[in-house]
């Protein structure tokens, strides 16, 4: 069965550090990829996407993501983290063609000021 | 700017009572999804629908049913509530076709809980 791996689920760090979360996904053919954002209180809302071309991809507030293919992976990256960036951060994953996407069990980011 | 409106924000409601969850989008999108999202699983599909009247059973359809008679709205029934049920219920929307690239549109979710 297809699935997306998130294997952190819980991330304490303090302003200023720097982060990333890992995801990996199961699908062989084309793929598209999703970072979603859920801050507290709030909807879920996207942070970046991958459909196709520069592996990298760069999102809103500083986050940027980098697309593995050899290593099936879609990792999420912020240089400096800061207080605000405290959320619930889901990957999710679908494949070419299909309209159903596939999300990882979320990674809860509590960062200290 | 897309909008998915969930009909309530709160809900509570007793063992064995039917429960509406209401979600209507704006942007004519032909996919619309319900997800429950619970602490340490993430979002688990309970249903989609890919056209009005059509539905299909997503990872967790057991206790749940749908509706979708008009393009814009997705309803989410429990047929009888039970405590295992209560959650945060998430509605979404995408654009569909072959050329589909857009990625899911949620509502600000409903809390239901059960008691």
């Known amino acids: 069965a297809q699935s997306v791996s998130q294997h952190n689920h819980h991330v304490i760090l303090s302003e200023a550090a720097s982060l990333e979360l890992g995801c990996n996904y199961s699908?062989?053919?084309?793929?598209?990829l999703f970072w979603y954002v859920q801050y507290p209180g709030q909807h879920l809302q996207l942070l970046l996407k991958y459909f196709s071309g520069d592996p990298l991809v760069k999102g809103i507030k500083g986050f940027e993501a980098e697309f593995i293919k050899s290593k099936f992976s879609f990792n999420l990256r912020k240089p400096s983290v800061q207080w605000s960036d405290t959320a619930e951060y889901f990957c999710?994953?679908?494949?070419?063609?299909?309209?159903?996407?596939?999300f990882g069990r979320g990674t809860s980011l509590i960062v200290h000021p | 700017d897309v909008k998915v409106t969930q009909s309530s924000r709160y809900l509570v409601k007793r063992t064995g009572e039917k429960v509406f969850l209401e979600c209507v989008q704006d942007?004519?999108?032909?996919?619309m999804f319900w997800y429950r999202q619970d602490p340490g699983l993430g979002l688990r599909l309970i249903y989609f629908?890919?056209?009005?009247?059509?539905?299909e059973k997503g990872d967790i359809p057991e206790g749940y049913s749908v509706s979708r008679e008009k393009k814009e709205r997705f309803s989410l029934i429990l047929e009888s509530a039970s405590t295992n049920q209560t959650s945060m219920y998430l509605c979404?929307?995408?654009?569909?076709?072959?050329?589909?690239?857009?990625?899911?549109?949620f509502g600000n979710g409903t809390r239901l809980t059960v008691t």
């Open positions: 629908s890919y056209d009005v009247k059509m539905k």
């Open positions: 999710a994953a679908l494949p070419g063609g299909s309209y159903i996407p596939t």
């Open positions: 979404a929307s995408i654009q569909g076709g072959i050329s589909y690239n857009s990625p899911l549109h």
């Open positions: 699908y062989g053919g084309t793929v598209n």
């Open positions: 942007m004519d999108h032909e996919n």
